[in-house]
């Protein structure tokens, strides 16, 4: 039993009162002498004791009424809800894309918007979250109007963030009672997001009616000549085997090519286009199929000028670095450090300082300059170097310094396949390659630079430096065939192509929405200058950073609307951006309910929205005492008058 008002209890000390009323009641019989008559002595000590009982009654039924007054006048109820304090309910709402599919009460996000809104308390206080916006304190009528404005969003749930945020909440529960409820699909989620120091919550999976999904997966050029360019489309389908299904390519609204291709069950299947090579294009591709996923049917890309990548290199030459750096990528050029012209390293994306033995002051200061300004340096050494001037350089950038140069015959086994050199080169981790090796080496403090490839003793081959927002790159030894057969690797070209390519990021054919994009823009700006990015709709001033000859767009977890996009200075459009939902929204794997609920019993799933509000409002439900209270007191009081009335001693 609980009570609304406990302080009532104070007045307890009022039930005194009838204890001395009762006590002045008490008055003392006085003997009177009489006759000597027996039968009268017994009627006195009869009467005596009649009275005494009257009176206990009496008081008896004066503390019934005062006490029972008091109970109900601080409100006793049954109930597992605490009146006296607040309960706030922490919503979760996953609005991604993927909740667009419909169950069988509809269309999965609004239907339980609906069943919210339908059931839940319009005494409570309410927290709601989701993919892209955070309420606190909502009353249910702010609840409501905030549901009702929710969209579709290209966001993915973060689980993780979410249940720090349940855990903080849970963690100042001393103020308020909580509760918590995520409300998802829980697609691509798996049981692992769950440990048992989880904070405990309730959980609605939506679930969806159909198990069949076919969608656009990427979009590639697989050729690219001065005439024809060749776009492939990977289709993924999830479910049944499809025929006869129609597929599409545009430029904007413009029809190119047209056909039909049939997909095997859960299969992957790809398709090329063949179109007249363009300096510009506002592409898509296009299923026409009616399944789960409308969004992921159609895939929307650009084909931008592509900027050749400036590359300088000072030093020996090499005939590999020529043959890496084509010309239809890149601008390559060579220049001893004898004849270097300083003024052109400003106009260099990538500088490659190619076994000079010695490193001049002037140079030193000039790449220090270039490398704040976003450039990149990759230093391959000398098999003989000045030490100390290398060191002089590195102490103007980072911490990291040369030791000594060692003899020792070693092999080039370990590839850091998560450092971005190496994103997308590998299909998966290869063990069996014939390694490279070299027979010296500079030691160095390791712990200062980032390993990208390792020696067998676990020494940097290739590293980055670190060095907060540069790009410095450090080769442990020359690449002379006498000292390393490296240059005969397969390796070589990925890191040297992928040096460059990361020295200026060219647009991607799209990028996904509510991943980590940074895009390079090929546009000088002065001090006070800045660029736009605005489509049909809308338009925004991205983050930006502004280096000598590029600006860096930061597109990190934006909530934008699948779409071509403008990059702008001022009225001039510099270049186009197509930006797609994420991938991951067509998948059709989803949290195994039953085997989350047997590994973690502080997470409890529920079938519906409904049902668990129900559940929770029949827990909440409030069963009030006082009345009865106040009945009982109403009765003493009456017991009280019957028995001054008809109670005679």
């Known amino acids: 039993m609980h009570f609304q008002n406990p302080s009532i209890f104070y007045f307890l000390w009022l039930l005194i009162i009838p204890i001395i009323v009762h006590l002045f009641q008490l008055q003392k019989f006085v003997k009177v002498p009489f006759t000597n008559v027996a039968f009268l002595q017994k009627i006195f000590q009869e009467n005596r004791k009649s009275s005494k009982v009257k009176k206990w009654l009496i008081l008896a039924t004066r503390l019934l009424l005062f006490l029972s007054l008091l109970f109900a006048f601080s409100q006793p109820y049954f109930s597992n809800k605490n009146t006296t304090k607040k309960l706030t309910n922490f919503i979760y709402l996953d609005n991604s894309l993927s909740t667009i599919a419909e169950g069988e009460k509809g269309v999965l996000l609004k239907n339980a918007i609906q069943e919210i809104i339908e059931n839940t308390s319009a005494e409570e206080t309410f927290s709601l979250l989701t993919n892209t916006e955070f309420f606190e304190n909502l009353s249910y009528e702010e609840l409501k109007n905030k549901l009702l ?90 479910g049944k085997k499809k025929e006869g299904i129609p597929i599409a390519l545009y430029d904007k609204e413009k029809l190119i ?43 929307i890309f650009t084909l931008n000028r592509a900027k050749k990548i400036n590359i300088l290199s000072i030093g020996k030459t090499n005939k590999f670095l020529s043959k890496i750096y084509v010309k239809n990528e890149f601008n390559f050029t060579f220049s001893s450090l004898q004849n270097l012209d300083y003024n052109a390293i400003s106009k260099q994306e990538l500088i490659i300082l190619n076994e000079i033995e010695n490193i001049p002051a002037t140079l030193a200061n000039t790449l220090v300059d270039f490398s704040n300004k976003g450039g990149s340096v990759v230093i391959i050494p000398n098999t003989i170097i000045n030490i100390s001037s290398y060191n002089s ?82 080769f442990a030894n020359s690449l002379t065939d006498n000292i390393s057969n490296f240059s005969k690797s397969p390796l070589i070209v ?10 200026f990021k060219n647009t991607q054919l799209y990028y996904e929405i509510g991943k980590i994009n940074q895009i390079d823009v090929n546009v000088k700006l002065n001090k ?19 280096y ?51 590994t973690n019993k502080n997470v409890v799933f529920y079938t519906s929205v409904e049902d668990y509000f129900k559940e929770q409002n029949k827990k909440n439900e409030v069963h009030w005492l006082w009345k009865w209270f106040l009945a009982l007191a109403i009765v003493s009081l009456l017991l009280e008058i019957l028995i001054l009335k008809f109670y005679k001693p």
């Open 149 to 238: 404005l929710v969209k579709y969003s290209s966001i993915s749930p973060d689980f993780e963030s979410i249940l720090l945020k349940i855990s903080k909440i849970q963690n100042n529960k001393i103020k308020g009672l909580h509760k918590s409820i995520l409300i998802s699909d829980f697609q691509n989620t798996y049981e692992n997001m769950f440990t048992n120091v989880t904070a405990g919550f309730s959980a609605i999976k939506l679930r969806n009616n159909k198990e069949n999904n076919i969608s656009l997966d990427s979009i590639y050029i697989s050729k690219n000549t001065n005439d024809i360019i060749t776009v492939n489309a990977i289709v993924k389908n999830q």
């Open 257 to 299: 090519n047209k056909q039909s291709f049939s997909i095997e069950n859960n299969s992957t299947t790809t398709l090329s286009f063949s179109l007249q090579n363009s300096t510009e294009l506002e592409g898509k591709i296009k299923i026409t199929y009616s399944d789960i996923f409308p969004f992921d049917n159609s895939k």
């Open 393 to 474: 350089f590195f102490r103007k950038v980072s911490s990291f310094k040369i030791q000594t140069k060692k003899t020792d015959s070693l092999k080039i086994t370990s590839i850091n396949y998560d450092h971005p050199i190496f994103k997308n080169v590998f299909s998966k981790k290869v063990n069996n390659f014939q390694y490279p090796s070299t027979k010296e080496y500079f030691n160095s403090n390791s712990r200062d630079i980032s390993s990208i490839i390792s020696f067998e003793n676990n020494t940097p081959f290739i590293g980055q430096i670190n060095s907060t927002g540069k790009k410095i790159y450090w």
């Open 494 to 503: 990925p890191v040297f192509y992928n040096f460059a390519k990361l020295s």
């Open 528 to 546: 006070d200058e800045i660029v736009s990015i605005k489509n049909k709709n809308s338009s925004f001033i991205p983050q930006q950073q502004t």
């Open 548 to 598: 000598q000859n590029k600006v860096v767009l930061s597109l990190n977890n934006l909530d934008l609307e699948p779409d071509y996009f403008y990059v702008t200075k001022d009225t001039d459009t510099i270049q186009t951006l197509a930006l797609n939902p994420p991938k991951s929204e067509s998948l059709l794997e989803f949290l195994d309910v039953k085997t989350t609920s047997f």
